[in-house]
């Protein structure tokens, strides 16, 4: 029987309502084929989305069309690069990094872009590991708070008026702090805020309410209570209960969060060791649940009802809709956010690194993946990849 355009039309709704009502499943839906976008020549460790670009930052120090061999066709950008979200294509924003770009968040305004890293000038201009541009001009500010290492990861929340920071460092604003610190947006004055992670800081993320801190990383201590690479702080600093516990041969790489629960990805190095990724309620300590696949994890993020994770991960026989042992490791997956179950239909791949991409970020709609790989979903891609 042949069907009126109004048929077709309830027919289309009604199955659209019916995916709404599926748990995990997002309607503004990321594909499983990569769009055409600008790669790069080295590493990429940090990706953002504001105002209809998306940036990333690393080791690179060109960038080159989409299907450009490595060497051809190759325009400077030192660390860090601009390419349209919709197109792909390069943008004008353009400076020079002297050192590898690590972090990158814009603020919730979407008037500055903050990048973190191993730099000490940018445009010939001192910027001691942290630095902002002006949006949508991408002209560098005049903010200039300073640390003595590397920055690795910076968060904020509600207006942004504080900017939390971790990585590896002794001093911020010319006082003691120990790999962790907070700054004010306007000014970068350094604030209060203290705590004595024993070792690096990896990632850090604040909580959607603005109450807790959650750092993770190689430390073993904070302020002298033992927590193995994941703690969660308060504003002050002072360490407050949690029960996710990481194992002794692991650390926590990455960070996302929703309105109530921080997401965290683990690399572990050994039999044995937590690689896989995990929810808690950062107010209440509480875990909601964990995967324990195998195949480090480097990044994660979420985008609608998923989470979508960059490992390499090669055995998740313990996860709903996960997969036995494979010696073609997955690079990229998704979970359901309410409870890890894995998305089976979902695995596009990344080739290059055997750790898998290094980093993600989203617009909300995009995924944007960066890494460095060399190929995607088989095709040629150095670096940089977006799908949606």
Same mark, same amino acid.
């Given at each position: 029987?042949?069907?009126?355009?109004?048929?077709?039309?309830?027919?289309?709704?009604?199955?659209?309502?019916?995916?709404?009502?599926?748990?995990?499943?997002?309607?503004?839906?990321?594909?499983?084929?990569?769009?055409?976008?600008?790669?790069?020549?080295?590493?990429?460790?940090?990706?953002?989305?504001?105002?209809?670009?998306?940036?990333?930052?690393?080791?690179?120090?060109?960038?080159?069309?989409?299907?450009?061999?490595?060497?051809?066709?190759?325009? $400077? *950008?030192?660390?860090? @690069? /601009? #390419?349209?979200?919709? =197109? &792909?294509? !390069?943008?004008? +924003?353009?400076?020079?990094?002297? %050192?590898?770009?690590?972090?990158?968040?814009?603020?919730?305004?979407?008037?500055?872009?903050?990048?973190?890293?191993?730099?000490?000038?940018?445009?010939?201009?001192?910027?001691?590991?942290?630095?902002?541009?002006?949006?949508?001009?991408?002209?560098?500010?005049?903010?200039?708070?300073?640390?003595?290492?590397?920055?690795?990861?910076?968060?904020?929340?509600?207006?942004?008026?504080?900017?939390?920071?971790?990585?590896?460092?002794?001093?911020?604003?010319?006082? $003691? *702090?120990?790999?962790? @610190? /907070? #700054?004010?947006?306007? =000014? &970068?004055? !350094?604030?209060? +805020?203290?705590?004595?992670?024993? %070792?690096?800081?990896?990632?850090?993320?604040?909580?959607?309410?603005?109450?807790?801190?959650?750092?993770?990383?190689?430390?073993?201590?904070?302020?002298?209570?033992?927590?193995?690479?994941?703690?969660?702080?308060?504003?002050?600093?002072?360490?407050?209960?949690?029960?996710?516990?990481?194992?002794?041969?692991?650390?926590?790489?990455?960070?996302?969060?929703?309105?109530?629960?921080?997401?965290?990805?683990?690399?572990?190095?050994?039999?044995?060791?937590?690689?896989?990724?995990?929810?808690?309620?950062?107010?209440?300590?509480?875990?909601?649940?964990?995967?324990?696949?195998?195949?480090?994890?480097?990044?994660?993020?979420?985008?609608?009802?998923?989470?979508?994770?960059?490992?390499?991960?090669?055995?998740?026989?313990?996860?709903?809709?996960?997969?036995?042992?494979?010696?073609?490791?997955?690079?990229?997956?998704?979970?359901?956010?309410?409870?890890?179950?894995?998305?089976?239909?979902?695995?596009?791949?990344?080739?290059?690194?055997?750790?898998?991409?290094?980093?993600?970020?989203?617009?909300?709609?995009?995924?944007?993946?960066?890494?460095?790989?060399?190929?995607?979903?088989?095709?040629?891609?150095?670096?940089?990849?977006?799908?949606?």
């Amino acid at each position: 029987m042949k069907r009126t355009p109004y048929a077709v039309l309830l027919a289309a709704l009604m199955v659209a309502s019916a995916l709404a009502l599926i748990p995990g499943r997002a309607l503004a839906d990321v594909p499983t084929s990569a769009s055409s976008t600008w790669q790069t020549n080295g590493v990429v460790y940090a990706v953002a989305y504001v105002r209809g670009l998306v940036y990333i930052g690393g080791s690179f120090t060109t960038v080159r069309p989409p299907g450009a061999a490595a060497g051809t066709r190759e325009v $400077a *950008r030192n660390h860090l @690069a /601009a #390419f349209s979200a919709t =197109t &792909g294509a !390069l943008a004008s +924003f353009n400076h020079n990094v002297n %050192g590898t770009v690590y972090s990158l968040l814009p603020s919730p305004s979407a008037a500055r872009l903050y990048i973190g890293g191993d730099f000490t000038a940018i445009d010939g201009t001192a910027r001691g590991h942290l630095a902002t541009f002006a949006l949508p001009s991408g002209a560098l500010a005049s903010w200039k708070p300073s640390v003595t290492g590397r920055v690795k990861s910076i968060s904020t929340f509600g207006d942004g008026s504080t900017l939390y920071v971790g990585g590896s460092f002794g001093t911020a604003g010319g006082q $003691a *702090r120990t790999n962790v @610190a /907070a #700054f004010t947006s306007s =000014t &970068g004055a !350094l604030l209060p +805020f203290r705590a004595t992670p024993d %070792g690096s800081v990896r990632a850090l993320i604040v909580s959607a309410n603005g109450s807790r801190v959650v750092i993770g990383g190689g430390f073993n201590h904070v302020n002298g209570v033992a927590r193995r690479a994941l703690a969660i702080l308060n504003t002050s600093g002072a360490v407050q209960p949690q029960q996710t516990v990481i194992s002794s041969c692991s650390e926590v790489t990455s960070f996302a969060r929703t309105t109530s629960a921080v997401f965290l990805g683990a690399e572990g190095t050994g039999g044995g060791c937590f690689d896989g990724t995990a929810a808690l309620n950062p107010t209440t300590g509480a875990q909601l649940w964990r995967d324990n696949c195998l195949g480090a994890t480097q990044a994660v993020q979420v985008i609608g009802s998923w989470l979508y994770v960059g490992s390499h991960a090669h055995d998740c026989h313990t996860v709903v809709g996960g997969f036995p042992q494979t010696t073609t490791p997955h690079h990229l997956m998704r979970e359901n956010v309410s409870n890890g179950h894995i998305d089976h239909g979902w695995f596009p791949n990344t080739s290059g690194n055997p750790l898998g991409p290094r980093s993600l970020g989203s617009d909300g709609t995009r995924l944007g993946v960066g890494g460095d790989f060399r190929s995607v979903n088989n095709k040629p891609q150095q670096g940089f990849a977006q799908f949606g």
